[in-house]
């Protein structure tokens, strides 16, 4: 006789309101999801991510609308939710800006989204930049405008940097971070711990994909690929193709038998010669899918558009399993509410 199990004290824990802005090929609000959020609104303001998200979340709410342009007033389900989360344009330091003597999109886009907070009265906020946003002192100012403005809606915060290596990522990515959550709720969020598990290195990752089309070499070129990837660039959309980035990460991936200057359409056939010994006609080429999976989005995740398209999404996204952690710290404080004041332990 089988025995059973009483389970009578244990209630699957609540699913939980996000509204995600500047959302992209969906790497945060995929991540988000799987630790209890559920999107009420998602928007970007490119075509073709929107095309990604409602191919793989149909039942979303996508929204093709530049945060600038968006008036929560009109969409009262984002009235008080849970989370307002963003993976937001790359802030440039006020210093560069100047030198280049043109507008700042991209500092328009941060403010406009803190700026939304007021709209959308989330218990908690979420949004990811460049590191260097977090711990430069040219930032210094843009930090004190994101402050200033969180102090006045009553919102407590933290600015922080991750890694995503250490959160199941086989890639060299760190992100800056700003948590923030509406009262003293912050007292009760940890950033989340790293995974105890080793690092699973490029040629674990995609060796299985290298040998699809019979490639006989796939196997000692995972091999040697035993490192993580160095960090993955999606590029300016308004110029150039698909590379995996500037020369120095073009280097690293070199060392690893990986050609960096461009994006492959098919992983190699049975036919193709590794020979790094030669150059750039003996590294193999990533593919888009491959890109993908270095910045842990899962193999039935897809990606709308053409290659050059394609690859910009993938390389601009925050990763999943990234964005899972934090969803899950973020989760935890929203749910243990209802459990009395907060104590402090120290952070």
């Not at 824990?13 to 802005?21: A, D, G, I, K, W």
């Not at 700026?115 to 002192?137: C, H, S, T």
């Not at 050609?259 to 992983?267: K, L, P």
Request: proline share 8%; charged share 25%.
């Amino acid at each position: 006789m089988t025995p059973t199990v009483d389970r009578g004290n244990i209630e699957p824990q609540p699913r939980l309101t996000s509204v995600e802005v500047c959302a992209g090929a969906g790497g945060l609000a995929l991540g988000l999801e799987q630790a209890g959020f559920d999107p009420v609104l998602v928007i970007d303001n490119r075509p073709i991510a929107c095309e990604t998200l409602r191919l793989n979340r149909p039942r979303w709410d996508v929204r093709e609308v530049d945060l600038l342009d968006f008036d929560p007033v009109e969409d009262r389900q984002v009235y008080d939710v849970e989370l307002l989360a963003g993976g937001l344009p790359r802030v440039k330091s006020p210093a560069t800006a100047a030198r280049k003597r043109s507008d700042d999109p991209e500092l328009d886009v941060l403010k406009a989204a803190v700026d939304l907070i007021y709209g959308v009265q989330p218990r908690a906020v979420l949004l990811e930049n460049v590191p260097d946003l977090v711990r430069k002192d040219d930032y210094e100012s843009v930090r004190a405008v994101v402050a200033s403005e969180l102090d006045h809606l009553g919102y407590r915060f933290r600015w922080h940097v991750l890694n995503a290596k250490d959160y199941g990522v086989p890639q060299n990515r760190e992100v800056g971070l700003l948590v923030a959550f509406k009262g003293d709720l912050i007292d009760r969020f940890v950033w989340p711990e790293p995974h105890s598990e080793p690092f699973r290195s490029v040629g674990e990752t995609l060796c299985d994909s290298m040998g699809a089309r019979g490639w006989r070499d796939a196997a000692k070129w995972a091999a040697q690929a035993d490192v993580i990837a160095p960090t993955i660039v999606g590029g300016s959309w308004d110029r150039g193709g698909a590379d995996l980035g500037p020369t120095g990460a073009k280097r690293k991936w070199a060392r690893i038998g990986v050609d960096g200057v461009t994006v492959a359409d098919e992983v190699p056939d049975g036919e193709f010669d590794w020979n790094p010994a030669v150059g750039r006609s003996g590294l193999v080429p990533l593919t888009v899918e491959q890109v993908a999976m270095l910045q842990g989005f899962p193999p039935q995740w897809r990606i709308a558009g053409r290659k050059t398209a394609r690859y910009r999404q993938v390389g601009n996204a925050t990763p999943p399993p990234l964005a899972r952690a934090l969803g899950a710290s973020i989760a935890s404080v929203l749910r243990s509410t209802a459990a009395g004041p907060a104590c402090v332990i120290g952070r």
